[in-house]
Nanobody, 119 residues
């Protein structure tokens, strides 16, 4: 049974930082690309960042480039999202997701962690 468990969310003031973690179990982690997505109240879920299975390639949505960094530790089956210079617009539930490296679609999703940025 595949499980993705996010942690590290919370309340932070604008300009602050948070690091999200997502621990994976029940899969061969190094065979999966990982992504972070977010969903704000009343909005659709949106892509935030992704990293390939080896950690050698990353991508970001434009609004977080230069502020967020995705990374992974395959020995720990964990993917991270370092978020700096947070703004109220970053407030959302953040989800991690896993996709087999040979396909584009994300197959597994975590339950999410709330990030709230106060102004």
């Amino acid at each position: 049974q595949v499980q993705l468990v996010e942690s590290g969310g919370g309340l932070v003031q604008a300009g602050g930082s948070l690091r999200l973690s997502c621990g994976a179990s029940g899969l061969t982690f190094s065979n999966y690309g990982m992504g972070w997505f977010r969903q704000a109240p009343g909005k659709e879920r949106e892509f935030v960042a992704a990293i390939n299975s080896r950690g050698s390639g990353t991508s970001y949505r434009d609004s977080v480039k230069g502020r967020f960094t995705i990374s992974r530790d395959n020995a720990k089956n964990t993917v991270y999202l370092q978020m700096n210079s947070l703004t109220p617009e970053d407030t959302a539930v953040y989800y991690c997701a896993a996709r087999l490296k040979t396909i584009q679609e994300y197959s597994y999703w975590g339950q999410g962690t709330q990030v709230t940025v106060s102004s």
